[in-house]
């Protein structure tokens, strides 16, 4: 996809104007459905329970990042401890994903902090894993600090890290020697070249890089991408150095190359679906166009139908 085009719907993911007009139009959100679970947490325990049926587990998301309000923030904390009870209940094979900046990083860490740390008291108590989504890289240094520092006290906290960054390597050797569990992904905002790198050719090769320190020393790791060469190389390189698929797991996003999800399946390794849910798709939903120009097609196609 052209560079340009990646980078308009990446700019227009912020874009508060298109966001509303988007929101509220009742086609795009049908058409939302394909890569978003639905609006509610109930619509998420549905597409759950399918997936789990189809032996796959799930990291549930609710959706929302850079509030700008503590409320924002506290309803927000609430949500996810209510998706970890409603886990707990239902006996569905899931964990949970968090945005810092859902829980108010915007407005302070603190705030975020108080707000982590109630949701990751739940989270011990039900034995239920907490993943740190990582954001754009005005976040990064901060959100390595707080899963490290949280994980010192919650064990079952991780974090993700983006193989286009250049720090990540050693933001990788320092998560690899505390222990914490990494989800290892692409990453999918838009970044400077003084930071990261710019064309797939290079970001994939860091890719497989980090992801041999993974799977070689890492704590559980989450080998999260769609991309059929580095998830060929992954299994080769497990099966090589003799590491047991229960050391490990793939994870894709739901919606995207589900023939993959099942191929795993099948082949007996751990896959686990990112699903998710909530009113605040839209920036969500545009990153995913900005991946795949297919999508966008999907999109206004079915919008105009
Ligand atoms: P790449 O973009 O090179 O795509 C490889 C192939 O995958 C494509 O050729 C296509 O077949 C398929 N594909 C990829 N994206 C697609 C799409 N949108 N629609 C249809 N097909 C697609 N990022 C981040 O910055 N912070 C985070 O916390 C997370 N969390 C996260 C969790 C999980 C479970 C996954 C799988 C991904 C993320 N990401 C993320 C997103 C990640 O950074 C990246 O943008 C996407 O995974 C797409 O990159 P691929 O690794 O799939 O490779």
Known sequence: MSLFLKDT??????????????????????????????????????????????GIQVALDL??????????????????????????????????????????????????EQNLIQILQEAQKQQIFVCIDMEGSAYTERTVQIALKMHAQFPLVGTVIQSYLYRSKDDITELIEQGVRVRLVKGAYKEPASLAYQHKLDVDRAYIELMHMLLARGNFPAIAT?????????????????????????????????????????????????????????????????????????VVSNSLR
């Open 226 to 298: 769609h991309d059929e060469p580095i998830l060929t190389d992954a299994r080769t390189f497990v099966r090589n150095y003799g590491i047991a698929p229960s050391k490990f797991e793939f994870q894709m996003l739901y919606g995207i190359r589900r023939d993959l999800q099942e191929q795993f399946v099948q082949q007996k390794y751990s896959i686990r679906v990112y699903v998710p849910y909530g009113s605040q798709w839209y920036p969500y939903l545009m990153r995913r166009m900005a991946e795949r120009p297919a999508n966008l097609v999907f």
């Open 63 to 112: 959706l929302g990042e850079n509030v700008a309000s503590e409320n924002e923030a506290h309803a927000a904390t609430h949500d996810y401890i209510a998706a970890i009870d409603l886990i707990k209940d239902t006996g569905i094979d899931a964990n949970v994903s968090v945005k810092l900046t859902a829980l108010g990083l915007d407005i302070s860490r603190e705030l975020c």
């Open 9 to 54: 719907l990446l700019y227009l993911a912020q874009n508060q104007q298109i966001r509303d007009f988007v929101i509220q139009n009742r086609l795009t959100r049908n058409v939302s459905r394909r890569f978003v679970a639905g609006e509610v947490l109930t619509d998420a325990l549905q597409v759950t329970r399918i997936l789990n049926k189809r």
